[in-house]
């Protein structure tokens, strides 16, 4: 399993309620609730509980990777773009949401390619 997730700007602000991104305290956003049940399905067939996290379509604001990137991986690390689990994954998203800008535009390519 891998995840790839869509930080362009057509899931609109993240500061909106109406953006898929809004992080709102009593309850998880569009994403988290996606991911949460796909990788509870299928993190029951895969044995090291490792999650390649990749997101694109952002404009980044990592300690090492800054500007527009189709292909990034969560962590902010290309060395390191595991998650753990769902609950690191989970953070990982979290923590990613905060060091980038909804950009664009959507485009798969970089992330095909990354995974192949």
């Known amino acids: 399993m891998?995840?790839?997730?869509?930080?362009?700007g057509s899931n609109g602000t993240p500061t909106s309620p109406t953006s898929l991104h809004y992080m709102d305290r009593t309850k998880p956003n569009q994403y988290?609730?996606?991911?949460?049940?796909?990788?509870q399905i299928l993190l029951n067939?895969?044995?090291?509980?490792?999650?390649?996290?990749?997101?694109?379509?952002?404009?980044?604001?990592?300690?090492?990777?800054?500007?527009?990137?189709?292909?990034?991986?969560?962590s902010g690390?290309?060395?390191?773009?595991?998650?753990?689990?769902?609950p690191h994954l989970m953070q990982l998203y979290q923590s990613?949401?905060?060091?980038?800008?909804?950009?664009?535009?959507t485009y798969f390519g970089p992330i095909i390619q990354q995974v192949a």
């Open 32 to 39: 988290q609730s996606a991911i949460q049940a796909v990788a």
């Open 2 to 8: 891998v995840i790839a997730i869509d930080f362009t």
């Open 45 to 74: 067939y895969d044995s090291d509980k490792r999650i390649p996290a990749f997101g694109f379509g952002a404009d980044l604001r990592f300690p090492n990777m800054h500007g527009l990137s189709h292909c990034f991986p969560l």
């Open 96 to 105: 990613a949401l905060m060091n980038l800008s909804l950009s664009g535009p």
């Open 77 to 86: 690390d290309f060395n390191n773009v595991d998650s753990v689990g769902l």
